[in-house]
């Protein structure tokens, strides 16, 4: 089956530096990669995703990048902010079922 | 609507007890999962049903019991659990199991005594 690995398990950035967070995967099949974002108590909601026809994506201060060949995508975040702490999971789906990273605990020291 | 919606919130049981976790979704997706979390962990699959079918069981335990008695409905049972099965469960669903956003439920928080 599907193996994802995720890099780092912790992350500390001062606000307003960048954030970036590395997954890996091993099935070439995988063929979506979303990335969820969880704060404590509440449940993972989807923050970007991409398919694997596409290289890379951006929503306002938050991109993904997918290297099909390589396996690996990660997840950038720009100008971070304090409500950016949180959890974050990456996932890669085989078009059957996600498979989950460990996920990054990422906090944005003010 | 773009919620799914999961009953209850927490749930304290006995080792003897049966309950049900209970979750529901109006967005016509025809995909919907059942997963564990502890702390600090990612979601661990349980059930996928996919048009109301279950499609995968990830070796769970007998002692849970999952049923989707419809398109818009899934049902965990629980019976004679163990402490160690005290975690958040999440629902979640998507338009099917292929690439399609999942989008999860609030969770609920049991815990077992």
């Known amino acids: 089956g599907e193996n994802v690995e995720q890099h780092p398990s912790t992350l500390s950035v001062q606000e307003g530096d960048s954030a970036v967070i590395k997954c890996t995967y091993s099935?070439?099949?995988?063929?979506?990669f979303p990335w969820y974002k969880q704060e404590l108590g509440k449940r993972p909601q989807l923050i970007i995703d991409?398919?694997?026809?596409?290289g890379e994506k951006k929503d306002q201060r938050i991109a993904v990048t997918l290297n099909k060949t390589a396996k690996h995508f990660s997840l950038h975040i720009t100008e971070t902010q304090p409500e950016d702490s949180a959890v974050y999971f990456c996932?890669?789906?085989?078009?059957?079922?996600?498979?989950f990273g460990t996920g990054t605990s990422l906090t944005v020291i003010p | 609507d773009t919620e799914v919606t999961q009953t209850p919130k927490h749930l304290v049981m006995g080792m003897t007890n049966k309950k049900s976790l209970k979750c529901e979704q109006h967005?016509?997706?025809?995909?919907m999962y059942w997963y564990k979390q502890k702390a600090k962990k990612p979601p661990e699959l349980m059930f996928v049903?996919?048009?109301?079918?279950?499609?995968i069981n990830e070796s769970v335990p007998s002692r849970f019991s999952p049923e989707c008695p419809n398109s818009s409905l899934l049902n965990l049972h629980l019976h004679a659990l163990q402490p160690e099965d005290s975690a958040l469960y999440l629902c979640?669903?998507?338009?099917?199991?292929?690439?399609?956003?999942?989008?999860f439920g609030q969770g609920t928080r049991l815990t077992v005594v």
């Open positions: 991409i398919r694997s026809n596409v």
């Open positions: 967005m016509g997706h025809r995909a």
């Open positions: 099935d070439s099949a995988s063929n979506y």
């Open positions: 049903y996919s048009y109301e079918k279950l499609s």
């Open positions: 979640a669903s998507s338009q099917d199991r292929g690439e399609t956003e999942a989008f």
């Open positions: 996932a890669a789906n085989t078009g059957n079922q996600f498979y």
